[in-house]
């Protein structure tokens, strides 16, 4: 009877998790985002090598590890929140007054859970005072004697086979909401967690960022920009944009939107698509008419598009 009550509320809270959370694309890029990639130092033999898409990147928090971790989000020695594995449960737990993004603990006519289940945010999801989907709730998750916590990987017995589990966090990357303190002032940050394994608990903590303005809320995922062109790397359309290229909004350079081996009918053809893009990038103020004419008279003087 447990199991399938959980069961029930776990397919209706996986279908609330897919809606409502999606991108809020009308924020303005900001730049008082302080981004941080969680490393670890390799002492110890990966325990079960990832399969493709996933990677060993971040900071693996697995109970056979021994291993926690705690993290000073914004590095004034106030820790602000820890991981940890038990066997049962990958965790999230916070210092002070830190709060996360949940649900609400479950409650049964004989009390209520102590944990709660994360959610399984996506890039762009605002965080911010008021959570991004009705059924959230802001929850501290403080570690007194036992953990008080949130879980990312509840290990909910979905029945035969024994020990088969099921939660949001199986085979996923996302990311977490939290609300924590700088100098008595509320800031918003976004943790990203990737869990790879079907069944079995622990993920890696990946990297996070925070908002350094008190009381703003922050996207998921905004403030990491992988090729460093200025645009995050879920607005970005042109991914490992090369140092120094100037792009548009959408991180793409002239080189990227016009790439010398595209599908080019004939020379002709690509010099145009060059001329249009840089007019273009004049009119928005990126680059100027000299480089403008130069990058066109480059594109003309190519063998780009030319039938070989
Ligand atoms: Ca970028
Ligand atoms: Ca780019």
């Given at each position: 009877?447990?199991?399938?009550?959980?069961?029930a509320?776990?397919?209706?809270?996986?279908?609330?998790?897919?809606?409502?959370?999606?991108?809020?694309?009308?924020f303005?890029?900001?730049?008082?985002?302080?981004?941080h990639?969680?490393?670890?130092?390799n002492?110890?033999?990966?325990?079960?090598?990832?399969?493709?898409?996933?990677?060993?990147?971040?900071?693996?928090?697995f109970?056979?590890?021994?291993?926690?971790?705690?993290?000073d989000?914004?590095g004034?020695?106030?820790?602000?929140v820890?991981?940890?594995?038990?066997?049962?449960?990958?965790?999230?737990?916070?210092?002070?007054?830190?709060?996360?993004?949940?649900?609400?603990?479950?409650?049964?006519?004989?009390?209520?859970?102590?944990?709660?289940?994360?959610?399984?945010?996506?890039?762009?999801?605002?965080?911010?005072?008021?959570?991004?989907?009705?059924?959230?709730?802001?929850?501290?998750?403080?570690?007194?004697?036992?953990?008080?916590?949130?879980?990312?990987?509840?290990?909910?017995?979905?029945?035969y086979?024994?020990?088969?589990?099921?939660?949001?966090w199986?085979?996923v990357?996302?990311?977490?909401?939290?609300?924590?303190?700088?100098?008595?002032?509320?800031?918003?940050?976004?943790?990203?967690?990737?869990?790879?394994?079907?069944?079995?608990?622990?993920?890696?903590?990946?990297?996070?960022?925070?908002?350094?303005?008190?009381?703003?809320?922050i996207?998921?995922?905004?403030?990491?920009?992988?090729?460093?062109?200025?645009?995050?790397?879920?607005?970005?359309?042109?991914p490992?944009?090369?140092?120094?290229?100037?792009?548009?909004?959408?991180?793409?350079?002239?080189?990227?939107?016009?790439?010398?081996?595209g599908?080019w009918?004939?020379?002709g053809?690509?010099?145009?698509?060059?001329?249009?893009?840089?007019?273009?990038?004049?009119?928005?103020?990126?680059?100027?008419?000299?480089?403008?004419?130069?990058i066109?008279?480059?594109?003309?003087?190519?063998?780009?598009?030319?039938?070989?």
């Amino acid at each position: 009877m447990f199991a399938r009550l959980l069961k029930a509320r776990l397919v209706l809270l996986l279908a609330l998790a897919t809606q409502g959370l999606g991108p809020a694309l009308s924020f303005a890029q900001q730049t008082n985002i302080v981004y941080h990639q969680v490393s670890y130092t390799n002492a110890h033999p990966c325990p079960i090598c990832l399969p493709p898409p996933w990677d060993d990147s971040g900071y693996p928090i697995f109970s056979s590890w021994g291993g926690g971790l705690v993290l000073d989000l914004d590095g004034d020695g106030q820790l602000d929140v820890g991981f940890a594995d038990d066997d049962m449960s990958f965790y999230i737990f916070g210092f002070g007054s830190t709060r996360v993004l949940t649900y609400p603990p479950v409650c049964y006519p004989y009390g209520c859970e102590i944990n709660s289940s994360l959610p399984v945010l996506g890039a762009g999801t605002t965080i911010g005072p008021t959570p991004p989907d009705p059924n959230l709730i802001w929850r501290e998750t403080l570690y007194i004697i036992q953990p008080y916590t949130g879980t990312y990987n509840s290990c909910i017995d979905i029945g035969y086979p024994e020990q088969a589990c099921s939660g949001f966090w199986q085979g996923v990357e996302g990311y977490t909401g939290v609300e924590f303190y700088i100098s008595n002032e509320v800031h918003y940050a976004w943790i990203h967690v990737g869990v790879p394994f079907i069944g079995l608990q622990g993920g890696y903590v990946r990297e996070y960022a925070y908002e350094t303005r008190p009381n703003t809320p922050i996207l998921a995922g905004a403030g990491k920009d992988s090729d460093h062109d200025g645009v995050w790397d879920f607005f970005d359309q042109c991914p490992d944009t090369p140092a120094g290229a100037v792009v548009d909004t959408n991180g793409c350079s002239i080189a990227q939107l016009c790439p010398c081996n595209g599908p080019w009918k004939n020379h002709g053809e690509y010099v145009k698509a060059v001329e249009s893009v840089a007019a273009r990038f004049v009119q928005e103020g990126r680059i100027t008419e000299q480089q403008r004419a130069a990058i066109v008279k480059q594109a003309a003087n190519s063998d780009c598009g030319k039938v070989r």
